[in-house]
């Protein structure tokens, strides 16, 4: 029978307490504190170590709808509001005007119809293939501040990039009809060898973006391009309710441990208060909340607007005037914006509650032995494995839990093979958030694919590590110097994450 995090919890000895948690008591400080201590026997996994969520952790059948259920630990009366959203979720919306008005306002540029496009079965997008118009995968757009006024936006962090002036903060490759596209992308790979202990050479693709097509003129000169492809929507809640203290906690920014690491907090306003608070979520950390990640891809992706995003036209400009000539979506009678309240609760109800599948195979010798290469290589210093969320979660079946996410929300500099040259907020060119492991071991059954890192560059799992740089660069070289059965533990270990 799956025990909850609590029942952990209960059975940890009491440990050092941890200051920084005010959500807790100082019992449940040294509980928690001891229940997070890292292994230092792997002959054997820890306890709970399979339940990745936690109480929410679902236990269905591995199969291709395993990142589309919902938290285990919900409500009769939650299950219902989590199957609403996931309607709104997978609904496909339409341009303006329509009979359906309801769900009309696409655009009138966009790169998806729908959220569950880009998240297919809630799960990992990927580069176009050749040939393909990209979906799961669109490019990021920006310029350098021009005028002191954008730069004092930019550290005011009212703004966390500045848009290109006439294509905006987003490359929309599709258009409704009557209106051209912004226009289209194409994706090219160089070979980059490795060649690893015991003698095999693995060939990297280093890809390059191009735009063509182009429907409204020229891009600025200094424009700055970013591809980003849409992760996967599992247990976004839960790291929602991780602790601001456990985040802050790691922070290291001077690397004053000498440990060659130097995680960073993102900081950014708060949609809601003003208030400078910890971004979470995006691969550069740029949204706080799962509400405030949910209105921007409503915005960016779909050109849908929001009562948090209410510019009706989405990413258009002020200077696509044929776009800001078009109809728009918004119902007077239905409420402010194209997707009022309740559709923006219900589809952030769902993202927050889909539930963490639970892990395979946690006692098998080979998982356990690359979890000792993992541990060993240094891969925990950013990919922390678990923690125990806030008790002060607003939705009750997030808190207290222990969860097992790999990821310290850290902004972390990966050096040059990774980066965009395109800064966003706290987050240089070459850094980026941590990204979350839960569930990477389930991409090929849900999407049929293994493609990774915030391109879909990496074709599997031993190639993502391999693309890893900067403060990363020493477990890289680990893991490229580990003997190959060590090296196929590893990965091992990573598949059944």
């Not at 005010?22 to 230092?40: E, N, Q, Y």
């Not at 979720?89 to 790169?111: C, E, I, R, V």
């Not at 929309?172 to 490795?194: C, M, R, S």
């Not at 920014?253 to 208060?273: A, F």
């Amino acid at each position: 029978m799956a025990l909850t995090s609590s029942a952990a919890l209960a059975s940890a000895a009491d440990g050092p307490p941890l200051p920084y948690r005010d959500d807790l008591s100082p019992k449940d400080r040294a509980r928690v504190a001891r229940i997070t201590t890292p292994p230092s026997d792997f002959s054997a996994p820890q306890a709970f170590e399979a339940m990745s969520g936690g109480a929410a952790t679902s236990t269905k059948t591995v199969n291709r709808d395993s990142f589309s259920h919902n938290s285990a630990n919900l409500t009769f009366e939650e299950e219902q509001t989590f199957k609403l959203g996931n309607g709104l979720f997978k609904k496909f919306w339409t341009s303006s005007p329509s009979s359906t008005q309801a769900s009309d306002g696409l655009g009138p540029l966009y790169n998806a119809r729908a959220c569950q496009s880009c998240h297919l079965k809630d799960g990992r997008g990927r580069p176009p293939l050749p040939g393909e118009k990209a979906v799961s995968l669109f490019l990021r757009l920006s310029i350098p501040p021009q005028t002191p006024e954008q730069q004092a936006q930019l550290d005011n962090r009212e703004l966390l990039r500045i848009p290109e002036p006439t294509y905006g903060g987003q490359f929309q490759t599709f258009a409704v009809t009557g209106l051209k596209a912004e226009g289209q992308i194409d994706v090219t790979y160089e070979d980059v060898p490795v060649t690893l202990n015991g003698g095999e050479t693995i060939l990297l693709q280093k890809p390059t973006y191009s735009v063509r097509e182009l429907a409204y003129g020229p891009m600025h000169p200094d424009v700055k391009m970013s591809p980003r492809a849409a992760p996967p929507m599992i247990g976004m809640g839960l790291l929602e309710a991780i602790a601001a203290g456990d985040i802050e906690a790691q922070a290291d920014p001077d690397d004053q441990n000498g440990d060659g690491i130097s995680g960073k907090l993102s900081l950014v306003r708060d949609p809601q208060s003003g208030a400078l608070t910890i971004g979470r979520f995006g691969w550069k950390a740029s949204e706080p909340t799962v509400r405030a990640q949910t209105a921007a891809a409503f915005s960016g992706d779909i050109g849908i607007s929001t009562p948090d995003l209410p510019d009706n036209y989405g990413d258009c400009t002020a200077r696509q005037t044929g776009c800001r000539r078009q109809p728009h979506g918004e119902q007077a009678r239905l409420g402010v914006s194209e997707a009022p309240d309740p559709v923006m609760e219900l589809v952030t109800f769902y993202s927050e509650n889909l539930a963490v599948p639970q892990r395979r195979d946690v006692d098998d010798p080979d998982v356990l032995r690359g979890k000792a290469m993992f541990h060993q290589s240094g891969c925990t210093a950013c990919h922390r494995p678990n923690y125990v969320t806030s008790r002060k979660a607003d939705n009750k079946a997030h808190r207290f839990q222990l969860i097992w996410p790999y990821t310290d929300l850290l902004l972390h500099d990966m050096g040059e093979g990774l980066a965009d040259d395109r800064p966003v907020g706290d987050a240089s060119s070459s850094e980026w958030r941590t990204a979350p492991l839960w569930g990477i071991g389930l991409t090929e059954t849900v999407n049929g694919h293994t493609r990774f890192l915030h391109d879909g560059r990496a074709r599997n799992l031993l190639e993502a590590v391999l693309w890893h740089g900067g403060e990363a660069q020493a477990s890289r070289d680990a893991v490229i110097a580990l003997p190959p059965a060590d090296r196929s533990a590893l990965i091992r270990f990573l598949e059944s994450l």
